[in-house]
């Protein structure tokens, strides 16, 4: 079965960094678009940032100039990296991918567990 696990998630002082990284395991043939989204208490799920498979980046506006997403192919991985972060950008972040299994047709999505980041003093 195809897995997505984060990591990289923390505590960090507004103003800070963190990077993120997803990496997708199991039979996988191939993998398309990988996003990462954000979700706290009470509010909607929200696109971060998405990377095509041929490297083509696409940001909200209010991470733009702060945050950089980037993927490594040959590890099936994608990574957030976080700048000037704000308390208000404390969330639950997930990583979301279109991926084709070694016995499938057609691209398959896929959500990660989830991993914590906390932006505070």
């Known amino acids: 079965q195809v897995q997505l696990v984060e990591s990289g998630g923390g505590l960090v002082q507004p103003g800070g960094s963190l990077k993120l990284s997803c990496a997708a395991s199991?039979?996988?043939?191939?993998?398309?678009?990988m996003s990462w989204y954000r979700q706290t208490p009470g509010k909607a799920r929200e696109l971060v940032a998405d990377i095509s498979s041929g490297g083509t980046t696409n940001y909200a506006d209010s991470v733009k100039g702060r945050f950089t997403i980037s993927r490594d192919n040959a590890k099936n991985t994608v990574f957030l990296e976080m700048n000037s972060l704000k308390p208000e950008e404390t969330a639950v972040y997930y990583c979301?991918?279109?991926?084709?299994?070694?016995?499938?047709?057609?691209?398959?999505?896929?959500w990660g567990q989830g991993t914590q980041v906390t932006v505070s003093s």
């Open positions: 979301y991918a279109h991926i084709k299994g070694n016995t499938e047709l057609w691209y398959q999505s896929f």
């Open positions: 199991g039979s996988i043939l191939s993998i398309g678009t």
